[in-house]
């Protein structure tokens, strides 16, 4: 029996949706605090917060569009595809709540580790989800499975992030921006 994506595909894009929205709550709380200041100094007040917001929607909106572009080339799916990308949405749906302790003051080694970590574990599962559509034909579009480009793109992120966690002690955040780096290193061959 062939089981067609589009039911999990529709899941996924809902949760995703909805953990991107998550992502603002925090800031609307901020605006209906009692006694609230006046809009520039709210913004330059909570300016962390709204970093931390806006770098965990680019984050939430490259992983999902990374997502998306995986599951075109997937016809069907099987118990093990499933499962993967439950556990990757829940790497999607805890992300606002590092998110919230990133855009709280001071600089907490376990909060850039807890951060950095789960985007790199859900950069994992979805190199886990390319590995299981490109050595399984019968899930993939293609019958050879995967393109080698297609699956060093999978690749090259979850290694950038997995330096970028290690060396998180000692840079903080900045190792985040080796992601930049990870298309010119997709194009090494």
Do not use: C
Request: no cysteine; glycine share 4%.
């Amino acid at each position: 029996m062939k089981r067609e994506p589009d039911r999990l595909v529709l899941f996924t894009d809902a949760v995703v949706a909805i953990a991107i929205t998550l992502l603002v709550l925090p800031l609307v709380e901020i605006t209906s605090e009692p006694g609230s200041e006046p809009a520039r100094e709210l913004v330059a007040h909570h300016w962390p917060q709204i970093f931390s917001f806006l770098l965990s929607f680019a984050v939430i909106a490259h992983l999902w569009f990374t997502h998306h572009r995986l599951f075109e080339n997937v016809k069907q799916y099987n118990g093990t595809l499933v499962t993967l990308n439950m556990a990757w949405l829940l790497t999607i749906v805890i992300l606002p709540f590092p998110t919230e302790l990133v855009g709280r003051p001071g600089d907490d080694h376990f909060t850039q580790f807890f951060y950095i970590g789960t985007i790199t574990v859900s950069s994992m599962l979805l190199t886990a989800i390319t590995l299981l559509v490109h050595g399984s034909p019968e899930l993939a579009v293609e019958a050879q499975g995967l393109s080698r480009p297609v699956v060093l793109r999978a690749i090259t992120p979850t290694v950038v992030l997995l330096i970028a966690l290690v060396l998180s002690p000692f840079i903080s955040y900045w190792g985040l921006l080796l992601l930049l780096v990870s298309p010119l290193a997709q194009r090494i061959r």
